[in-house]
């Protein structure tokens, strides 16, 4: 009945604009989106009725809560819609692009875009190119007492075969698989968690990559250390592994090597969609001082207050990240996650509900706070106009 209710609704709307609809629950009145105006539809007059003024032309997706509130998805995230004034309140900053959403059981559920991935990826041909990679690739180590086996098996056969040695783990593969630093409230939980199962660990401030736990079999330090161990005999160190690692270039790979390592598409980019480029402003019209930080005064080229010092302050007590330094001394690295966004980490809020995404804390890069709040900034037009593809 709902959907023959709404394609009456469609059928009511001239067909040169664009409609976004839904219904609400109870009492069955239709809400609409058309000409950037929201309207509500009386069921016996089919009469629109305007509701407020502001303007609703950046909501891609309308639903209903079962408790008769109204949301919407726009570019700048999960927006509530009050039905009476038609004020909005941004609950959920975010930049995902969606294909849908919809409340069902008190749950929201989306359908997110797939990856823009270049046709390429998804061809025969393409299919090929992995399972050839996959057949013939060649691991490259940093050093030849760092070396990798294709199997669990040839690896501790190789252990074996060394006689006397001393086992150990690194106890952070998981997260430098994430992201080449350990955030220290999670190495810290980590250890805890070791030290209450009755392994020796060491003081949690000694460099994640250099960190090892020594432990007596080979197959709980290959299950502890996810695929990596490192052996020590009287002449050698040696790091054995059965996926890519590389301590030179602080690189962890997947878990297994298969076809699947090689899909481009499956591993597409999370920061650009499969793109390879990135849609963004022009720098000079933002930033005004690269010899100042974010937090100072004259940092930007207008006054904005952004109430980021919180986000800041975490991100670099956990270890990594400091955007209390100027921009002009931060890495390149950490430049494009300045401006970018971090997307490998977030943290909890004191009394916050692991279940409530806006009580995470996040940093979501300049450019999306400059986003977020263009309306507010006098030079509004100027900055919208300079937006521009970067690879």
């Not at 698989?177 to 392994?199: C, D, E, M, R, W």
């Not at 076809?259 to 933002?286: A, M, P, R, W």
């Not at 909890?348 to 995470?360: F, M, Q, W």
């Amino acid at each position: 009945m709902k959907n023959l209710i709404k394609l009456f609704i469609c059928l009511l709307i001239p067909i040169n604009t664009w409609a976004i609809l839904d219904i609400q629950p109870n009492s069955n009145v239709p809400f609409v989106i058309s000409d950037d105006n929201l309207y509500s539809i009386d069921n016996q007059t089919e009469d629109l009725a305007q509701i407020g003024t502001d303007s609703f032309n950046d909501i891609k997706y309308l639903s209903f809560h079962s408790d008769g509130s109204l949301w919407g998805w726009s570019d700048k995230g999960l927006i509530k819609i009050d039905v009476q004034t038609g004020k909005r309140e941004l609950i959920l900053p975010a930049t995902i692009p969606l294909a849908g959403m919809a409340w069902k059981n008190d749950k929201l559920y989306n359908n997110r875009k797939t990856p823009n991935c270049n046709d390429f990826y998804l061809d025969n041909k393409h299919f090929a190119i992995e399972k050839d990679f996959a057949n013939n690739y060649k691991m490259i180590t940093d050093n030849s007492e760092h070396k990798y086996f294709t199997t669990k098996e040839e690896l501790f056969n190789f252990v074996r075969s060394l006689g006397k040695s001393e086992i150990s783990f690194n106890p952070f593969v998981t997260e430098l698989f994430k992201y080449k630093i350990v955030p220290n409230s999670i190495k810290k939980a980590k250890l805890t968690h070791l030290k209450k199962l009755g392994l020796k660990v060491k003081n949690s401030e000694l460099d994640e990559w250099k960190h090892r736990v020594i432990i007596g079999e080979i197959e709980k330090a290959y299950n502890f250390g996810n695929g990596w161990i490192t052996v020590t005999t009287q002449n050698h160190k040696y790091e054995l592994f059965t996926r890519l690692v590389s301590i030179q270039n602080k690189i962890i790979g997947t878990p297994k090597i298969n076809e699947h390592t090689f899909n481009l598409y499956l591993n597409s980019c999370v920061y650009c969609d499969g793109t390879g480029v990135k849609q963004v402003y022009d720098k000079n019209l933002i930033i005004k001082n690269e010899n100042q930080s974010i937090l100072d005064k004259d940092f930007l080229q207008f006054s904005l207050k952004l109430q980021l010092k919180n986000v800041i302050t975490k991100f670099a007590k956990e270890g990594l990240f400091d955007f209390t330094k100027p921009f002009n001394q931060l890495s390149e690295k950490e430049k494009n996650i300045f401006l970018f966004g971090f997307r490998e980490y977030k943290f909890l809020k004191p009394k916050g509900k692991v279940t409530t995404l806006s009580d995470y804390i996040q940093w979501q890069g300049l450019y999306f706070y400059i986003y977020q709040n263009l309306e507010k900034i006098d030079m509004e037009m100027k900055i919208r106009d300079s937006k521009h593809s970067q690879i």
